[in-house]
Structure formats: C-alpha cells, structure tokens
C-alpha cells in the first residue's frame, strides 16, 4: 500500500501552460507539504497545510497555487509554466507536532520545454 | 533562523569500514533534528531522529546518529557500511517552536566494494 502517492510521475510541457500535480496519502496525517528539488538536489519547502489551513508559503510565485480538498490530498497548480520551474516536486505528510518525521512521495519530474 | 550545514559534497568508504557523514544546525530552540536517505528517482525516507534524551540514536538500516548539543552537532554514523548505503543523505532541523523543517544540501554517500 502506497502510503504518499503523486500523480503524474514525469510531466513534460512547454512554456507558458498550466499543469497539475495531484498527491494522496492514506496515513491518516494532519498535515501536508510542497517541496522543490532543483537539479543540485536543494531541497526548498514551498507549501504546508495542516487540518487543510496553509501554514506555510515560502516565497514562492504566485504562479504556483495549492489547493487541499480534504486532509488527505493537496494538489499543487502551476499557471504559465517556465523554464526555472522543472524540478522535481515532493509531497510529503506528517502527523502534528514538531517531532514528527515526514514520509515522502515518490516525486513529480516537471519538464517544462 | 534556523540552518542547517553537511560540510560534504561527498563521503566515499570502502565497504565493511565505519561511516560518518557530518552535520552541523543552528536553531534558536530546542532543535529537532533528522536525518533522511534518498535513492536515485526516490523519494526522501526518514531514517532516525533526535527528539531528546539519550544524545545516541539508533534508526533504520543499522544508522545512529550522535547529538552534540556544544558543538551543535549530529553526525549519522555506521560501523560497518554497505554498498546498498550508497545514497544521498539529508541532515534536517526543526525548532520546536516552529512549523518548518530545514533541509540540508545533502551529502552523497559512495560505498565502494
């Protein structure tokens, strides 16, 4: 059983569209996050949501756009894609607290031609 | 504001001698503290972590990890490493008070046979 999962796994497009990314996790957790993964493998937090309130955004364009449904998903928008935006993006959840490890989904590779 | 420092870009050991890969935080708190393995086109797993007490950790995959909290340190160490450890290792701080974790820059771990 997938615990985090994404979808897509690799997304291609070219400049200027607008894409999704989708993430589920079935643990149960209060809280979800955006990461971003340059290719030096940093790895940047972008978004986090708990109980689906955001808690987090970092300095991030307003191009990118989260959007929690229900406390099992967080879905990440993108408009008007650009060519610094191909990265990897991580989902990841935690149970509340700060003493909680997070578990990462298998990432999004974004493309962007 | 919280930091975090892997002062190496790369560890290589030859398989079966002892590991260390280095961490170095900087918190205003108490810190919380990780550490996260990444396998190539993977995503991060959660490998131990400092909550507090016992400055010795154990983790998964026979990882520890030390807290020092003079040098504000928290090194992962193995005693006898495999080739299968060869990945990418991410040391990360949360404060206590806050709501984000820090990643580090990684350090790649290259185990040779």
């Known amino acids: 059983d997938t615990a985090v999962s994404q979808t897509p796994k690799y997304l291609v497009t070219q400049m200027g569209n607008d894409k999704s990314i989708k993430c589920e996790q079935n643990l149960g957790h209060d809280t979800m996050y955006w990461y971003k993964q340059d290719s030096k493998k940093f790895l940047k937090i972008m978004f986090s949501y708990n109980n689906k309130e955001l808690i987090i955004n970092e300095t991030v364009p307003n191009r990118f756009s989260p959007k929690s449904p229900d406390k099992a998903h967080l879905n990440l928008h993108i408009n008007s894609l650009e060519l610094g935006d191909s990265a990897v993006y991580f989902c990841?959840?935690?149970?509340?607290?700060?003493?909680?490890?997070?578990?990462f989904g298998p990432g999004t590779r974004l493309t962007v031609l | 504001a919280q930091s975090v420092a892997q002062p190496e870009d790369q560890v290589n050991v030859a398989e079966g001698n002892p590991l260390t890969v280095k961490c170095t935080y900087s918190v205003s708190g108490n810190p919380y503290l990780f550490w996260y393995v990444q396998y190539p086109n993977r995503g991060l797993q959660f490998l131990l972590k400092?909550?507090?007490?016992?400055?010795l950790v154990k983790g998964s995959y026979g990882f520890e990890a030390e807290f020092n909290k003079s040098q504000t340190s928290f090194h992962l160490k193995k005693p006898s490493a495999l080739v299968s450890d060869s990945a990418l290792y991410f040391c990360?701080?949360?404060?206590?008070?806050?709501?984000?974790?820090?990643f580090g820059a990684g350090t790649r771990l290259f185990v040779k046979a």
């Open positions: 990360a701080v949360r404060d206590t008070g806050g709501f984000k974790t820090i």
């Open positions: 990841a959840s935690s149970q509340g607290g700060a003493d909680n490890e997070q578990f």
């Open positions: 400092y909550i507090t007490g016992d400055n």
